[in-house]
């Protein structure tokens, strides 16, 4: 936490579902399915969308949460200063969507609309987290189109200095499900195409003027034993179970930090 709040005292991050998972592990010091009994319930496996947590009301599409040496705990107050974080605090505004597709509602971009950074200030990082939705429900020549367009408006928000983190997508694993009445495009190769396209097209647009980094939390899943990869088969969100969430934290502030 020292050095997130010398180095990062406020970041932006854009995901779904799977990082409203990392802040419930951040935000209770991983106590939010921090125990052996806790680790075999389906919340910790994989739903946790009916679940009370107090730290944050996961069903926001825009959350502010303040964190020190105790934990996290959501910005409530509408007359709060957004714009300057507490002292001895690091802050992460979170925009949850569904990747660029058009499951979005409202669409992604509507965040934008009126300024980010003008009504939170500018993040010292900026996480996006894409795969997920967008290759489970759209198709690759839509997906380019809404990417361009989060281009310009990453240009427009983000000074050099503020650093691109990617998040990849889950991991993915064998079988595709087209179960209604959502029906996913999901497979392994499939999934690693998009994570592929997206590093290198971030990479290849901001990597002149930006530090552009990679948290690819699909590899940290591929290197698992056989048995721990084909869980992902029992659950259609394909959400890491909370262990394996904590392990992703972990690579992601040994990164930044070290």
């Known amino acids: 936490m020292q050095c997130l709040k010398q ?14 998972r990392v802040l419930k592990k951040l935000t209770t010091r991983g106590a939010w399915c921090g125990t052996s009994d806790e680790h075999q319930t389906r919340t910790c496996i994989c739903e946790d969308y009916k679940e009370e947590f107090t730290p944050f009301n996961a069903t926001y599409r825009e959350l502010i949460i303040d964190f020190d040496e ?33 499951k979005n509602k409202p669409a992604w971009q509507t965040p934008f609309e009126e300024s980010v950074t ?3 200030g500018v993040p010292s990082v900026a996480m996006i987290s894409l795969t997920n939705w967008d290759a489970a429900f759209d198709t690759r ?17 983000y000074p050099p200095t503020t650093e691109l983190i990617i998040r990849t997508g889950q991991y993915f694993c064998c079988r595709s499900d087209y179960d209604p009445p959502d029906t996913r495009a999901y497979s392994r190769l499939r999934n690693a ?8 097209a971030f990479q290849e647009q901001f990597g002149h003027t930006h530090k552009v980094r990679v948290w690819n939390v699909a590899s940290i899943s ?5 048995s721990y990869r084909n869980e992902t088969t029992e659950c259609n969100s394909n959400h890491a179970r909370s262990e394996l969430v904590e392990i992703e934290n972990q690579v992601l502030f040994n990164a930044m930090c070290n």
């Open 222 to 226: 591929e290197h698992r034993p056989w």
């Open 141 to 157: 020549a839509h997906f380019a189109l809404e990417l361009e367009r989060l281009f310009g408006i990453v240009r427009q928000e």
């Open 70 to 102: 105790s934990g996290g705990q959501m910005v409530s107050n509408k007359d709060a200063d957004f714009l300057h974080v507490p002292d001895n605090h690091t802050r992460i505004y979170y925009h949850k969507w569904e990747g660029l597709s058009s």
């Open 118 to 120: 003008s009504r939170f």
């Open 7 to 20: 180095q990062y005292p406020l970041m932006h991050w854009y995901g779904d579902s799977n990082l409203r």
């Open 193 to 200: 195409y998009f994570d592929q396209y997206v590093v290198a």
